[in-house]
């Protein structure tokens, strides 16, 4: 079983600022793991994602993800923040296997300040 | 437009009501799920679907069904409606192959209001 914190619901940051939003796992099988984006009103879009190979990940809108299995932990950055970024971010896991599903994390809220 | 259609965007209907969602997967998708996304649970897994079959299983009460057609379009049925069915209803697909190497591809949902 696989599962995901996402500590905190909100942050709220400056305009040009850095967003680091943490994401931590469980997983007993070697997860692939996501960033969800979601904006008022909207599905969720896929940010970036770990699968094999280089544990940093670059995504769209110039976010990145570090895989760290020591410290079962995924945290998203992006160096400076726009007010275009404010939105609802899920952090996902799921297994790698077939019948595997994406287990999401409860979500942040990132919030751009002028 | 991601690709993943649902029907209706909005849907108000009354206690003890029973509604309809509709989901068509982005062309090319055989798997479908369903997510349910409130305000105290967040998003909880409810079903998935693979071509055709029921392949997993999450959090889904009994009032709750689904079903995936041959055109791999699916449906997720909800009956005897109560206050707490409120939420948001979003419908996702993913690759051909039956692995998440590529995540999945979300439509934009069905909010539901139960008054």
């Known amino acids: 079983a696989q599962s995901v914190t996402q500590l905190g619901s909100h942050v709220s940051v400056s305009e040009g600022a850095l967003v680091l939003l943490r994401c931590n796992y469980s997983s007993s099988v070697p997860p692939y793991l996501f960033w969800y984006v979601q904006y008022p009103n909207q599905g969720l879009q896929l940010l970036l994602k770990?699968?094999?190979?280089?544990?940093l990940v670059k995504g769209i809108n110039g976010f990145e993800a570090e895989f760290k299995k020591s410290e079962t932990s995924f945290h998203l950055t992006k160096p400076s923040a726009h007010m275009s970024d404010a939105a609802e971010y899920f952090c996902a896991v799921s297994g790698t296997g077939a019948n595997s599903k994406l287990t999401f994390g409860k979500g942040i809220t990132l919030s751009v300040r002028p | 437009d991601s690709g993943v259609t649902q029907t209706p965007k909005h849907l108000i209907t009354a206690t003890g009501q029973r509604v309809t969602l509709r989901c068509s997967p982005r062309?090319?998708?055989?798997?479908v799920y369903w997510y349910q996304q409130s305000l105290d649970q967040g998003l909880q897994f409810l079903i998935q679907?693979?071509?055709?079959?029921?392949?997993a299983k999450g959090n889904i009460l009994e009032r709750f069904s689904a079903q995936q057609f041959p055109d791999l379009h699916s449906e997720l049925n909800l009956s005897s409606l109560e206050l707490g069915d409120s939420a948001l209803y979003f419908c996702?697909?993913?690759?051909?192959?039956?692995?998440?190497?590529?995540?999945?591809?979300f439509g934009s949902g069905t909010r539901l209001t139960v008054v």
């Open positions: 062309s090319g998708d055989l798997s």
């Open positions: 996702a697909s993913s690759s051909p192959v039956d692995r998440l190497e590529y995540g999945y591809t």
């Open positions: 679907y693979y071509n055709g079959e029921e392949r």
């Open positions: 770990y699968t094999t190979g280089a544990t």
